[in-house]
């Protein structure tokens, strides 16, 4: 088990770790709402996926702090790389730990014979 399966209330509960939650209803895909809707996305071989679907079924997603639109729709994603995956409409903010701290970068001057 992954450090995300691990941390994942809906993971865990797909997995039979945390009996009080069900996952059947989240296993479907849901209905396009009537409101852009932010939604995230757990698949079994990548982290949890945070993007905003829009009632015309497009997808939106901020990636490398802009917001980008998806080629394709939310019935194409499903078909493809999200079969099996199990969505979570509204998700709170995420609780991921925070990053552990890596040593600075250090490098010595190099000499320029001028």
């Known amino acids: 088990m992954n450090r995300h ?13 945390d009996t009080g939650h069900t996952t059947e209803a989240e296993a479907t895909m849901p209905d396009l709402p009537e409101t852009p809707t932010p939604i995230r996305v757990h698949t079994a071989d990548r982290p949890p996926f945070d993007c905003t679907l829009h009632p015309d079924g497009t997808l939106t997603a901020v990636l490398g702090g802009e917001v980008r639109r998806n ?7 499903c078909e ?26 250090v490098q010595d001057a190099i ?3 001028a």
Request: hydrophobic share 40%; proline share 14%.
């Open 111 to 113: 000499p320029i014979n």
């Open 80 to 105: 493809r790389n999200w079969a099996g995956a199990h969505f979570e409409l509204n998700p709170p903010p995420r609780t991921e730990p925070a990053a552990e701290p890596t040593a600075a970068a």
């Open 71 to 77: 080629a394709l729709t939310f019935a194409d994603m």
């Open 5 to 17: 399966e691990e941390l994942c209330p809906h993971c865990r509960a797909k997995a039979g770790l």
